[in-house]
Nanobody, 124 residues
């Protein structure tokens, strides 16, 4: 599993952005995939997760209704569509993967593989 996150950038409040996380190793199709974020001076926090089949998702309450996680297995890619962005969403966003058919982890330490991060900046 080799994760590469992309799609970050600068956007105005209220705008939208779509992040991508590609598994260049092509072996993450049976892995749960998640997005986490870390703002300056803050702890890393869970954003969203999708299970290996794409049938189940979970979101942090702070992004519920604004963000959508999805995956395209044919492209070995997971997406995070972000809408109604707020300055508080400014952070480095990381994708992560774990092979777990029982749980849908929302804690970073439960993940085995991480991408390099992509910066999202929301201006007010």
């Amino acid at each position: 599993v080799q994760l590469q996150a992309s799609g970050g950038g600068l956007v105005q409040a209220g705008g939208s952005l779509k992040l991508s996380c590609e598994d260049s190793g092509g072996t993450a199709s049976m892995y749960n995939m998640a997005w986490f974020r870390q703002a300056p001076g803050k702890e890393r926090e869970f954003v969203a997760v999708i299970n290996w089949s794409g049938a189940t998702t979970d979101y942090a309450s702070s992004v519920q209704g604004r963000f959508t996680i999805s995956r395209d297995k044919a492209k070995n890619t997971v997406y995070l569509q972000m809408a109604s962005l707020e300055p508080e969403d400014t952070a480095v966003y990381y994708c992560a993967a774990v092979r777990d058919f029982v749980r849908l982890p929302v804690v970073g330490r439960d993940y085995d593989y991480w991408g390099q991060g992509t910066q999202v900046t929301v201006s007010s």
